[in-house]
């Protein structure tokens, strides 16, 4: 029984053997060479400075242009605050929603950006920004039903600086 066993092992492995070497002598050689390049690449240099290198950037629906994944408005726009939202979210804290009328860039607003009541924001307070980049939403400990917010060091993606700004804020409840 176990001559068999070793007979059938050797079998086993010199059919294997055989297989993998006659599929291999069977075979499609490879290409030995790259595929040619795209029609488009093949142009001579002439014909390709005929044609604009870049092509304009595609617009959504509000007219704003990409731009490496910055938005940038094509109108020369001052930046400004266009609404805000403030809502009641539990007894001390409140949500803060502010729209503008561009996309700003994030990396321009820091803790010196919003003043409210005349103190700078609270250390650890987040800054949400929306899909678009046009709204900054925040989440402040206040438990006024009004207050004062100053907005000021706030810039669009295109250099333009918000001018200083204080609004009287309304909190509605929830």
């Known amino acids: 029984m176990k001559r068999l066993k070793t007979h059938f ?13 006659s599929a291999t002598s069977f075979a499609e ?18 014909a390709s400075a005929d044609r604009p290198r870049h092509p304009r950037p595609p617009r959504d629906p509000d007219n704003i242009i990409h731009y490496r994944g910055n938005r940038a408005y094509p109108e020369n726009l001052p930046l400004e605050i266009v609404h805000t939202r403030c809502e009641r979210k539990a007894e001390d804290f409140v949500s803060l929603v502010i729209f503008f009328n561009q996309s700003i860039n994030p990396r321009t607003i820091g803790h010196d950006s919003f003043f409210f009541n005349n103190r700078p924001l609270p250390f650890g307070t ?49």
């Not at 092992?9 to 070497?21: E, Q």
């Not at 050689?29 to 002439?46: C, I, K, N, R, S």
């Not at 989440?139 to 009004?146: D, F, I, N, V």
């Not at 669009?156 to 509605?172: N, R, T």
């Open 29 to 46: 050689p490879g290409q030995d060479v790259f595929p040619p390049l795209p029609p488009v690449q093949e142009l001579p240099e002439e």
């Open 126 to 174: 987040r800054f949400n920004f929306n899909k678009k980049g046009n709204s900054v939403r925040m989440l402040l400990p206040l438990s006024e039903a009004t207050f004062k917010l100053k907005v000021q060091n706030i810039s669009s993606f295109d250099g333009k600086m918000i001018e200083p700004v204080e609004l009287l804020i309304e909190v509605d409840s929830e």
């Open 9 to 21: 092992k050797h079998f086993l492995t010199f059919s294997f053997l055989m297989f993998v070497l």
